[in-house]
């Protein structure tokens, strides 16, 4: 899903802006997975797995936006693109704006709570369906809403899900069995 979104390229800018949206669905799957294997329940792994996601996602994505590498500047291109974008479409009223940063920002988190959703439902919840299904409307939306082929990221997709599907029955029966 975040190759399928970072191959769209939904930011204005330049095509290596994106690239770490990569970065951000493996530190919700980790999230996601890290929860359910020390005891905590859904909520709490929800709630933890988003504090990290609020805390990571503006320092990565402040790398897009500037070249200074302090974890500080980062973090503050980040809420400086998000202010300025706020000042320019509310309180200037202007109906765009060149700031785009934010759109970053909130790409980062939905790819992170997508993949953490996903990883609960799996390794939490034991429900991989739920997680195929979630992963693969997203990434039928985000093919929907672009003119680029990307069939090859829903094969890819697919195929894994199978897999995905296969294991996780195979471990469910394999448990019955014993």
């Not at 609020?54 to 994505?61: C, E, F, K, S």
């Not at 294991?167 to 029966?173: D, G, N, Q, T, V």
């Amino acid at each position: 899903m975040a190759w399928a979104v970072d191959d769209v390229a939904p930011v204005m800018g330049g095509d290596d802006l994106t690239d770490f949206l990569t970065w951000a669905a493996i530190g919700g799957v980790l999230a996601g997975f890290i929860g359910p294997q020390v005891g905590w329940g859904r909520w709490r792994t929800y709630v933890i797995g988003s504090v990290f996601a609020a805390l990571l996602i503006p320092i990565v994505v402040g790398g897009s936006l500037v070249d200074d590498a302090s974890i500080g500047a980062r973090f503050v291109a980040t809420a400086s693109a998000g202010v300025q974008a706020v000042f320019d479409l509310v309180i200037n009223g202007l109906s765009s704006t060149q700031q785009f940063g934010h759109h970053l920002w909130v790409l980062g988190l939905l790819l992170w709570a997508t993949s953490m959703f996903a990883s609960y439902a799996v390794f939490g919840h034991r429900h991989p369906l739920n997680a195929v299904v979630i992963v693969g409307v997203a990434l039928v939306i985000n093919m929907s809403l672009t003119d680029i082929n990307q069939l090859g990221y829903l094969v890819l997709y697919s195929i894994a899900a199978l897999f995905l599907l296969i294991r996780s029955h195979a471990l469910e029966e394999q448990g019955e069995w014993l």
